[in-house]
């Protein structure tokens, strides 16, 4: 019985993520550039 709140809350802690995950990164949602984001000794 415990096993379906378990696998429920699994399920919707990976949702949770993946939509943070989706508007912070993808959506740039604080404004950085695809260029910031890379360290400065990668692109000589």
């Known amino acids: 019985?415990?096993?379906?709140?378990?696998?429920g809350a699994t399920v919707g802690s990976?949702?949770?993520a993946y939509v943070f995950d989706t508007?912070?990164?993808e959506n740039k949602i604080f404004?950085?550039?695809e260029f910031r984001?890379?360290?400065?000794?990668c692109c000589k």
């Open 31 to 33: 404004g950085a550039s």
């Open 37 to 41: 984001n890379y360290p400065k000794h």
């Open 23 to 25: 508007l912070i990164a």
């Open 1 to 7: 019985m415990a096993a379906k709140y378990i696998v």
């Open 14 to 16: 990976f949702a949770v």
